[in-house]
C-alpha cells in the first residue's frame, strides 16, 4: 500500500512563477505604490467585469473603507448576516456605526432578505451581503430594499472570485465588492484584498483614503515628497511584491477553478448515499457558486457528533475547517457589547454548530475527493453507532 499524504483543508498554490515575479520587484526599488499594483487592479477589474479595481492590504480593509468612504458612523445602522466572519461586522464597528445583524437563509447560509427588509429602517445606511461558501446571496431583493433606503451595498466577496449572479460576476452586484487573497482563498497574495466598482468615484474615494489621504499620489506629485492631505486616510495598501504573486495568481485562476469544481462534484456526487447529510445547491435561481468549499451540513437535531466527526477526518489525515464558529452576534465581543443571547439567530447557530466544511481547492490530487468521502462515510456511520 502506498503512503497517504495528509489533505489539508486549503494549502496556497504557489510556484516558480510567483518566487520569479517576487524576486523582479525585490530586485527593483519600487516597492510600493507603483506599476505592478497598477497592473494587477486592472487585470483584476477585466476578470470580474468591474469599471475600477483598488488594491488593499486586505479584505477586512476594503470592508472598512466603503463604509469609510461613504461616511457611515455614530448613530448609523449596518445590516450584516449573522452569519459570516467577524470581518465583516468588525467594519461596521471600526466607523462606530452599528451592525445590525439579520439570521440567514437554512438552503444557502446567505443573509435573508426577508429579515433584512424587517430590519432596514430609517437608520439604515448600509447593507452587507456575504456570499457564503461562495454562493451569491439573492441580490435582486437586497438592492431593491436597498434601494427604497438609500443604503449603499457592500458585498462581502472574500469567498466568491468569479461567483455569478444573472451571469454577472459577484463585486459587480452591489455598489462595491470586497476580496479577500488570504493564503487559502480561491487565490492569494499572502495577505491583501482588492475592492470592485463601477462607480468611478466610490473607487476614487477607495483609492485614495486607503493611502493616508494625499491629495496627490507618488508618481503626481511636482516636487518629490510634496503633497497634502485634505482627508482622513489609513494605511491600507497593497505592495508591489504581493501584487506581483496576485498577477500570477490570476493567471492560474481558470485552472484553479475549474479543479474546484470538479473536486466539488466528484465529493458531492460520493456523498450523496448519505440521507441525514445536506449538501448546499452550488446553484440557487440566478446563483452559481464559486466552490470555495464543501459544506456537509448534519441533522438540526444534533443527533450527529460533529467533534466526533472531525476528529475521525482529521485522524485519517483529512483536514477540515468550520465557517464560522459562531454567529458573529455570539462572539464575546458582540454580546458583552450588545447583550445578543444564544438562540437570537437559530439559523446561523444551527451552520456554525452543525456543519463541516470539507476541501475541494486545487491542492486535491486525483483520487483525493474519493479518499475524503470514505472517511467522511466511515465517520457518520461511527457516529450513527
Ligand atoms: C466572509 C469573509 N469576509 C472577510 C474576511 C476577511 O478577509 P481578510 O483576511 O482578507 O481581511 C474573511 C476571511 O476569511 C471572510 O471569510
Redesign the pocket.
Known sequence: MTEQTNIPFGRPMLGQEEIEAVTNVLSGTQLVHGPVAKAFEEAFAKRVGAARAVSLS????G?HLSLFVNDIGAGDEVIVPAM??V??AHAVEFCGATPVFVDVEPDTGNIDPVAVEAAAGERTKAIMP?HYLGLPCDMDAINEIAKKHHALVVE?C??AVDATYDGRKAGTLGDVGCF???PVKHMTTL?G?MVTSNNEDLADAIAKRKAFGYDRMLGERKVPGVYDVDELGYNYRMNEAQAAVGLVQLAKLDAFQKARAENFETLRAELSELDEITVFEPRKGKAVSSHYCLNAVLPRDGSLDRAEIIEKLNGRGIGTSVHYPRPVPEMRYYTERYGFKAGQFPLAAWLAEQTISLPVGPHLKPGDPERIASAFKDAIGDARA
Not at 486586505?58 to 480593509?61: G, L
Open positions: 486586505s479584505c477586512t480593509a470592508l459570516t466572519h470581518a465583516t456575504v462581502d472574500a469567498l479577500s487573497f488570504y495577505e484584498g
